[in-house]
T-cell receptor, first 114, second 113 residues
Framework: DAMVIQNPRYQVTQFGKPVTLSCSQT?????MYWYQQKSSQAPKLLFH???????NEADTPDNFQSRRPNTSFCFLDIRSPGLGDAAMYLC?????????????FGPGTRLLVL | KNQVEQSPQSLIILEGKNCTLQ??????????LRWYKQDTGRGPVSLTI?????NTKSNGRYTATLDADTKQSSLHITASQLSDSASYIC????????????FGKGTKLSVKP
């Protein structure tokens, strides 16, 4: 089945230790997104790629970086995780960038920072 | 400021009962409104999407309504099942690109046997 896959589902890291979260998709969608969702809060868009074009949200901390080496994969790199970065990280895809396109979400990676 | 407010914050109902979740928004311009279901520890899954001209849309036991004049939407769940226990998130698009999606904080629904 076509889907959005995130690995790992749970990630534990130490304060300040770089961590990479992975997302892959078999939908062949052009757009991939990374969201941060803290407990009982709405998902917050960090950045998205339209194909290879990177779009960073204005309030996304510099600590967060992303790579999209090909259509299928997108990575979220957190260079120096702080305690406040503990959250669920959601990857999503959409066929196009227009607002009427539905986003398809992966199951998320829950990050714990010790 | 573009905002999406959902109520109630949480809701407990008995299996088989109906319920209605509310979404009020102040997003302008308005393009469309989506309802997502998010199971605990999972990513959101799209239930419905409505544009300005649509008043109601159904997806099985889920029926969403939209009043673009009052900027209100509701999600009605009929004959609730235990599997309906989840957070329901209202998302409004202000047009342009997908980067203009405004997410509500969600309503956490618990269906008890």
């Amino acid at each position: 089945d076509a889907m959005v896959i995130q690995n790992p589902r749970y990630q534990v890291t130490q304060f300040g230790k770089p961590v990479t979260l992975s997302c892959s998709q078999t939908l062949n969608h052009n757009v991939m997104y990374w969201y941060q969702q803290k407990s009982s809060q709405a998902p917050k868009l960090l950045f998205h790629y339209y194909d290879k074009d990177f779009n960073n949200e204005a309030d996304t901390p510099d600590n967060f970086q992303s790579r999209r080496p090909n259509t299928s994969f997108c990575f979220l790199d957190i260079r120096s995780p702080g305690l406040g970065d503990a959250a669920m990280y959601l990857c999503a895809t959409s066929r196009g960038e227009l607002e009427q396109e539905t986003q398809y979400f992966g199951p998320g990676t829950r990050l714990l920072v010790l | 400021k573009n905002q999406v407010e959902q109520s109630p914050q949480s809701l407990i109902i008995l299996e088989g009962k109906n319920c209605t979740l509310q979404c009020n928004y102040t997003v302008s311009p308005f393009s469309n409104l989506r309802w997502y279901k998010q199971d605990t520890g999972r990513g959101p899954v799209s239930l419905t999407i409505m544009t300005f001209s649509e008043n109601t849309k159904s997806n099985g036991r889920y029926t969403a309504t939209l009043d673009a004049d009052t900027k209100q939407s509701s999600l009605h769940i009929t004959a609730s099942q235990l599997s309906d226990s989840a957070s329901y998130i209202c998302v409004v698009s202000s047009g342009g690109s997908q980067g203009n999606l405004i997410f509500g904080k969600g309503t956490k629904l618990s269906v008890k046997p």
